[in-house]
Each structure stands twice: as C-alpha cells, then as structure tokens.
C-alpha cells in the first residue's frame, strides 16, 4: 500500500498534482467531479488499513495537524484526530466555545497565532460561514473545513459519498456513481452545512437530489441548485433509493421555526411506515447527531439491512485521512506533486 501513487481509477482524473490542484480543502462547491472522485478513491486504501488490527502508515510523520474547533464536534473532530494519528502526525485539538470567540480581528489573531506554530494542515470547525476561506487566507499551510456555519461541510459529503458507494457495492453494483438514483434530503435544510454540501456532492457524481423541509426551514432560491424542492416528505419519498436526514440545528435559530418537536416528527420524521414510501431496498442515512424520536425513529436508524449511519462514520476516518495526506503532499515533496516548501 502507497499514497504516493494515484490508486486504480487513475484513468478518470489528470496524473499527480494536477488530479488535486487545491492547497486547501474548503468546500464542494470548488471541486470537479474528477476531484471528488480522485478523494474517494484515495480513501479506499484507508478504508482497508482501518479494517486490520494495526492501523498505522505513517506518511504524515514529523508533521503537525492542528485541530481548531470554535464549535461543538463529536465525530468529526474525533475522526480528524484519529485519522491525523494513524498517518503518523502529531495532532493537537484547540477546543474555542463559540460565545468566546468573536468575528473579525479575533479569527485572524487566531489564525496568525496557528500559523506562527507552523502547523503543517489546520483543521477548522466554525460557526461562522466563511470563518474557514478567512483563515485559509491568512495562513501558510493547507487549511481543511471541518463545518462552517450554514455554508459547507465537505469531509462529511465526501463521507456520505463513500459510505453510499461502498453500500451499492455491497449488494453487487456498480456503487461508483450515482447517475440515476433519487436521494432525499429531509430535514432542516435552511440551517444544513451538511445539506449544501452534499446537493453539490450528489449532483456532481451524478444522482438527483431532493430537499424536503417545512416551508421555513427551506432556503429561498434553493431551486437555483436544480435541487428539487418538497414539503411534503411523504411525497419527496416516493420511489427513493435513499432517505438522508438531517438534525433540526436549534443552536443556529433566532426564533420559533417549527410548532413543536411532536409535530415536526408527525410531518418531517422517518419512520418504518413512512420508509415503505421509498423503493424497497432504499438506504437511510444521517450525519449525526440524531435526534432519536424527533427527524428519525429508532427502529429505522438501527435497521440493520438498511441503515448505514455508522458505515458512515467508518468512513469519515478513511476520508479524512484521504484529505490530510492528500493536501500535504506538495510540502512533502511527494513525487509528481511539486517540491518540498
Ligand atoms: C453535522 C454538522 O456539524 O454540521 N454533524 C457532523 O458533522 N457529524 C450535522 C449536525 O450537526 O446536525
């Protein structure tokens, strides 16, 4: 196993280099399809290391990866932490509360601080949009969004994107793009990083996308993004290959969106019943966290044969460890990827 060399598929995406051209990691939304698929790829070769019992190539060795979450993080800083780790780097998680931390010459103090420790990949979480394209600006090393805002969340759609496929393979297709398939994403769309970032994801690898919300929690224009647009979840189901639900991001509202959680779960929640709307073998995800009883029930987020919300965890280390090793090659002088800084 080597991630010096481009994996199998090389073929759809150009050779070295330029199969990557970012220094930093901001959003989907910068990214060719080739780029996406080029991650995904990269991330197959992690997917296999994180299967045996020693998980450790150390390619990032000598390096440090800070970890820099103004906002709340379970899973995404854990497996950013985990994945800087098993490439062998030294990881360092900054923990800021959001209430602590102001806009403006604050972000760019921090973001001069990091810098002057010479970082060589930093890793920002945000409640800010665009408080991590700021950063990237100030600083000298690759910069990876971990979640900013309501604006992009790119790990976590290039996650959903390789859980998605490793589930089709499992069942003998093809999994490698999505041309064809219906995805609904239900939830709460207005206030989603998640959501935005995986429409531009989904689309780009060819699937079609549905956003379903109450009329309040849906962005005005979203159907700019050829997304198509539902209210009603029970018809935005219809037929799906598969059903992506969202949390409802109470911390990002300023007043009252929905009646109540009781009501929200009788309209927006997936349950089995509601399930059966969608085709027969249609697959659930959610990022996390959920919100048991409110977005999803739990005999749906735990069914075994159509569930895949903790493959996607899986995958959000292989993915993460894809990005960290991906954006530093150029500093590591990584043959066919420029010199050494
Ligand atoms: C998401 C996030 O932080 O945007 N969670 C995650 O990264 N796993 C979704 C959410 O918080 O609802």
Known sequence: MTSTQNPPHAARYPAGALAFPHRDLIGIGQLERHEILFLLDEAEQWVTLNRQATKRENVLSGLTVINAFFENSTRTLL????????????????HAAQSSVKKGETLIDTAITLNAMRADAIVIRHGSSGATQLIADKVDCPVLNAGDGQHEHPTQALLDALALRHALRARG?????FTGMVIVICGDI????VARSNLLCLQALGARVRLCAPPALMPAGIEAMSAEVYHDFDAALD?????????????RMSGQFIPSAREYHHLYGLTKTRLERAAPDALVMHPGPMNRG????SDVADMIDRSIITRQVEMGVAIRMAALDVLTRRARGVEGWGDAA
Not at 190 to 193: D, E, G, K, N, V
């Open 239 to 251: 037929g799906a290959d598969v059903a992506m639900m969202l949390r409802l991001q109470t911390e």
């Open 173 to 177: 297709e093809a999994g490698d793009d």
């Open 294 to 297: 409110v977005e999803i029930d």
């Open 190 to 193: 207005l206030h989603s990083r």
């Open 79 to 94: 497996s950013f932490e985990i994945a800087g780790k098993r490439l062998g780097a030294d990881v360092v998680n900054m």
